[in-house]
């Protein structure tokens, strides 16, 4: 796989499971006990799941920015999710004049056009789990995007305070991989989500700017960063409606060479 096509394939699977960084990525908290209010893990993780965001629709303007080994390049784009169904991205170069590359997502299948290097990648959904390393759904990538909760509700973790929120460090890890997040103490949701492995190499998702769109909080500002390869990208959603059907379009012309 080329740098180009890798490098949208990371913004694609949009900051996950990947574990590649040789630390955790986020600077190493500095660790409150907790406090006669801070609650049981199951209670604060049964509060996140009930402040799930729901939609059937979901769409957004998004520009950001992206450094992959030292080059830094702006971004703009589009991305459609239809609920449980169809994940649709195009990305632009700055000024929304030229479309880069587009993607749509089905619960089984990836098609991806590659407009600078007019290539084209159609493959099952297995694409993400060999491009990272980590076997994932199409569930989990969309909760990851809209910054829903979407581990199990009765977890193992260790709990502490955390600038007044809530750390859940993963001692126990699930197969060869470990989920470490924090959840606000305010409204329950993503602040930060780390994914590393047993080599404690990972991938850190920091949400902010939440705003209450049809009653339900989107995070607007994600920011995700690996170092090896050194890789950081910062993501800004605008313009977020809910429950307004989209249309979907993809198609690849014949002189796109299939890869």
């Known amino acids: 796989m080329n740098r180009i096509t890798l490098l949208l394939a990371i913004v694609f699977a949009l900051f996950l499971h990947s574990c590649r960084t040789t630390r955790p990525v986020q600077p ?12 049981t893990a199951n209670e604060i993780i049964l509060q996140s799941i009930q402040q799930r965001s729901n939609f059937d629709w979901f769409s957004a303007n998004f520009s950001g ?3 992959l080994g030292g080059s830094r390049n702006n971004f703009g784009g589009q991305i459609r999710i239809e609920n449980g169904q169809r994940i649709w991205i195009t990305v632009t170069a700055v000024g929304g004049f030229f479309e880069v590359a587009r993607l749509k997502i089905t619960q089984d299948s990836v098609f991806l056009h590659n407009r600078l290097e007019r290539t084209a990648t159609i493959r099952d959904f297995s694409f993400f789990r060999e491009m990272i390393g980590v076997d994932f ?3 989990m990538l969309q909760d990851i995007l809209v910054g829903n909760y979407f581990l199990p509700e009765q977890i193992e973790h260790t709990l502490e305070s955390y600038n007044g929120n809530f750390l859940f460090t993963d001692e126990r890890m699930l197969g060869n991989i470990a989920f470490d997040f924090i959840l606000s103490s305010v409204h ?24 209450v769109f049809n009653s339900y909080l ?19 959603y ?9 249309n979907m379009p993809f198609s690849v012309p014949a002189s796109a060479q299939r890869i």
Do not use: C, W
Not at 199 to 207: A, D, E, Q, T
Not at 218 to 236: D, G, S
């Open 137 to 139: 759904t199409f569930d």
């Open 28 to 39: 190493e908290p500095t660790i409150v006990p907790p406090t006669g209010q801070l609650q």
């Open 218 to 236: 989107f995070p607007q500002n994600l920011h995700i960063r690996m170092t090896e390869p050194m890789f950081e990208a910062v993501l800004h």
């Open 238 to 246: 605008q313009r977020i409606q809910l429950n307004v059907p989209q």
């Open 188 to 211: 329950h949701k993503f602040l930060s989500l780390t994914v590393r492995d047993r080599g404690n190499h990972s991938v850190n998702i920091r949400y902010d700017n939440y705003g």
């Open 65 to 67: 920015n992206v450094n």
